[in-house]
Structures are given as structure tokens and as C-alpha cells.
């Protein structure tokens, strides 16, 4: 495989100035609820999107994407959405949306490469967003030559700040690529720390970086199936949502998302609710809770607790959400048939990607063995299962990951 200092040349002609990353995530638990104005506890994972570089003296923007064998370009002076390459459009809307706001920042040639897989679930958008805005803030400014300190992320003066910086991504996601998502994705592919997952209060935006044991693994199980429904069940989900807290609004104070509702309260108005969007409401309601338990069973150092409740969390949104699918639930069975688990969910939108595990050291091995056999005997599909390790947010790559090209090449 040849490394991205040779990739560079071989489609620019020259040497990259500066290589960005940022990674991709998995959600522990707290799922739909970002949208709901609550909990999450993802963590960001050692799959990412990289960029390797070099400012041009013009105002184009010169992209070359590894992973689709493809090149295109725009200018900074006049910036559309590309149907045809629907890929281009993360830097398109991140480079209109960051001058929207005022950054100036000369043009570029970059290169792009991941080895996040597509539509799985690990947020390979939001990684893409991130980094994008890294590659134009920090490689793309005037003259290019910006003082940066090589040993990990900073922040050079006249970036904006994190919150600013995840906004304007999901800002992207939602208006120029089109996908109604929460800010899960976008903030902790920018905030996510190595050996700790990140606590998100989704209406305060406040966060805490909570450590994580070393005695398990994260494993994450690909089905192998994409995650076709994803985008118009998605909406639909938020649709119901909001039908749940329309319900509420009329019956108890200050309700404004899903959030301020509480179980006693679901309880309470039960049986005046239609059924369908009360089981949408219970599932929100117990995920909010089960958020708050996990992070105090953590802190505690509670793991068998933490996995009870991560399995929880499948079967509310498997009978309750009803956004799993058959492959995602023999996922999680066969898991949870496995010595050393102690917890398995389907992560992410649902309807395909990824299922994520909590596996003790010493059984992991075994673990991807035996739930690869008996997934392809099961389902006849060769799953992709990652032994995971966190990782940093996004900002300039330190120089080992620099030095290799992630990417399909
Ligand atoms: C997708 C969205 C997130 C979040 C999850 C579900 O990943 O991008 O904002 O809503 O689904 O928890």
C-alpha cells in the first residue's frame, strides 16, 4: 500500500503541507434521543476519515477521494451541491458554510481517504464534515503557513470555536446533504477523547469526558447490510416524536421535547395515548434513563450493569422504536450467547450497520470467532467485526497516522 505522502504526489505533483483527520464513533448507549433533546454516550473510535493537504495560490478546490477513485473540483468563489458526486458535497457545504460565517481561507488540493465503511453506522458523514472543515480552516488559510503543533489537535487563533464547528456541520448534513440528524455524530467525532467516552447533554450541549475500564473491549459487529431504510424511517421517528410531545404539551408544564417527559408521566397518560406513538414516547423516556444509570454504573466501575442496560436499550428499540432489523437481533443473540459479554445493542440509526459489545480482554478473541461462524451460518453473511480503540477528535493527525494511507487505495 503506498503512503499518502506518495498518493499525494502521484495526483498533485507535490508534497502535502498539512494531513487532518477525524474519526468516526460508536454509540454506547442513547439512541434517538439527541433529536429529543437528551442523553448520549458515544465514543469516538480509531476508524477515521484523513486529508492529506497543500494550499493552492487560486481559489479552487482540487479533491481527489481515495475510496471512490474520483476527482472533482469547485471554487470558493461560486459553490453548488454536485449530484453527480454526491461525496463532494461534505466539503462543498462545510467550505460555502464556514465562509457564510466569515472565515476566509485560500484554495486547496486534498486528499481524501477512510477506512470508516460507508453507511454502516460508524458516522463516516460526520467524520467527513469534520475533517473537511480542519483541511480548509487549517491547510486552506492564506499562504497556508499557519504555526501548528504537530503532537495533536489545537486550535489555531481564528478557528471557531468546537460548538461553532459542530453546528455548522450538522448544519451541512441537514441543509446540503439533506439528512434531518442530531448532533451526536458531529460533536463527538470533534470532542471525542482516547480511553474515555463523552457524556452529551443534547439541549445544554454540555459534556463530560467519562474514563472507560481497560478491562473490556469495545466490539463492534458490521451485518453487512447497509442501512437502506435509514433516512425516511428516521424522519418518520422524528415525526412521531414530535406527535408524542405535541400529546404532552397539552397535559403537563413545561414540555418542549421528549426530554421533560418522565416515565411516571407516560404512565400516567397511557392509556389516552395512541399506541403507536406511546411506544415511540417509552422508548425515548427509558433511554433517557438508562443514559443517566449507565454513566452512574461507570463511574462505579459497575460493567455487568452497564452491559444489562446496553441490552435493554436493544430490546426498547427493537419492540418499542422498532428501527432493528433481523439481522441487527441475531447480531445481539448470538452476542449475548458468548462467554466474557457483558452487553449488546444495535448502534447508530438502525435498520443495518452495526451492532456494539462489551466483551471482556480475555474472551474477545473467541468472541469474533465464534459470532463470525455463526453469523454466516445464520445469516450467510461474512460479518466485519472491529476490536475497537478510542480515539481523539478531529484536528491535525499526529505524524504516525500521516505516515499511512487508511484508505481502499
Ligand atoms: C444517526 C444520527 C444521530 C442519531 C442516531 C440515532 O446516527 O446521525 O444524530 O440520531 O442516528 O441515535
Same mark, same amino acid.
Given at each position: ?29 442513547? #439512541? ?20 492529506? !493537504?497543500?494550499?493552492?495560490?487560486d ?46 481561507? $485560500? ?8 477506512? *470508516? ?25 492564506k499562504?497556508?503557513?499557519?504555526e ?6 489545537? $486550535?489555531?487563533p #481564528? ?5 461553532? *464547528?459542530?453546528?455548522l ?11 434531518n ?28 469526558? =467519562?474514563?472507560?475500564?481497560?478491562? !473490556? ?109 433481523k #439481522?441487527?437481533?441475531?447480531? =445481539?443473540?448470538?452476542? *449475548?450467547? @458468548? ?19 462489551? !466483551? ?13 461462524e455463526?453469523? @454466516? ?5 461474512a460479518?466485519?467485526?472491529? =476490536? ?10 499526529? @505524524? ?6 487508511c484508505?481502499?487505495?
Amino acid at each position: 500500500m503506498k503512503s499518502l505522502n506518495e498518493l499525494f504526489q502521484k495526483h498533485f505533483g507535490r508534497e502535502p503541507l498539512y494531513v487532518v483527520q477525524a474519526p468516526g464513533r460508536v454509540n454506547l448507549i442513547g #439512541e434517538h434521543t439527541d433529536y429529543n433533546e437528551g442523553f448520549v454516550l458515544p465514543i469516538a473510535i480509531d476508524k477515521r476519515v484523513v486529508i492529506a !493537504v497543500a494550499p493552492r495560490r487560486d481559489c479552487k478546490v482540487v479533491l481527489y477521494s481515495c475510496n471512490y477513485d474520483s476527482r472533482n473540483e469547485f471554487s470558493l468563489e461560486s459553490i453548488a451541491k454536485d449530484d453527480l458526486r454526491p461525496w463532494s458535497n461534505y466539503p462543498r457545504g462545510v467550505a460555502y458554510l464556514l465562509q457564510k460565517l466569515g472565515h476566509r481561507f $485560500s484554495g486547496l488540493d486534498a486528499l481524501i481517504t477512510s477506512d *470508516l465503511p460507508m453507511g454502516a453506522g460508524l458516522s463516516s458523514s460526520a467524520a467527513f464534515e469534520l475533517a473537511s472543515a480542519w483541511a480548509l480552516l487549517v491547510a486552506g488559510r492564506k499562504g497556508g503557513g499557519v504555526e501548528v503543533n504537530q503532537s495533536g489537535p489545537v $486550535s489555531p487563533p #481564528e478557528m471557531p470555536g468546537p460548538i461553532d *464547528l459542530i453546528r455548522l456541520c450538522r448544519e451541512v448534513e441537514n441543509d446540503f446533504v439533506g439528512v434531518n440528524c442530531g448532533i451526536m455524530d458531529q460533536f463527538i467525532s470533534a470532542l471525542g477523547r482516547r480511553q474515555h467516552a463523552l457524556f452529551l447533554d443534547c439541549r445544554t450541549l454540555t459534556y463530560e469526558q =467519562v474514563p472507560l475500564p481497560d478491562s !473490556v473491549k469495545i466490539v463492534v459487529c458490521n451485518t453487512g447490510v447497509k442501512r437502506e431504510l435509514a433516512s425516511s424511517e428516521y424522519n418518520k421517528r422524528r415525526y412521531e416524536c414530535d406527535q408524542g410531545v405535541h400529546f404532552f404539551k397539552g397535559r403537563i408544564e413545561n414540555v418542549s421535547a421528549l426530554r421533560d417527559v418522565h416515565s411516571s408521566d407516560l404512565e400516567r397518560f397511557s392509556a389516552q395515548m395512541d399506541p403507536l406513538i406511546r411506544k415511540r414516547c417509552r422508548h425515548v423516556v427509558s433511554e433517557n434513563e438508562r443514559v443517566l444509570e449507565s454513566v452512574g454504573a461507570l463511574r462505579a466501575r459497575d460493567l455487568e450493569r452497564f452491559g444489562q442496560l446496553m441490552t435493554t436499550s436493544h430490546e426498547s428499540l427493537k419492540r418499542d422504536y422498532e428501527v432493528s432489523s433481523k #439481522e441487527l437481533n441475531v447480531m =445481539v443473540e448470538i452476542a *449475548l450467547q @458468548q462467554a466474557g459479554v457483558l452487553g449488546s445493542r444495535m448502534t447508530g440509526a438502525g435498520f443495518g450497520g452495526c451492532t456494539v459489545n462489551l !466483551v471482556r480482554n480475555d474472551s474477545v478473541n473467541l468472541f469474533v470467532k465464534q459470532v463470525q461462524e455463526r453469523y @454466516q451460518l445464520e445469516i450467510g453473511i461474512a460479518a466485519e467485526i472491529y =476490536v475497537c480503540n478510542t480515539s481523539d477528535g478531529a484536528g491535525i493527525a499526529p @505524524q504516525e497516522s500521516s505516515d499511512n494511507c487508511c484508505g481502499a487505495v
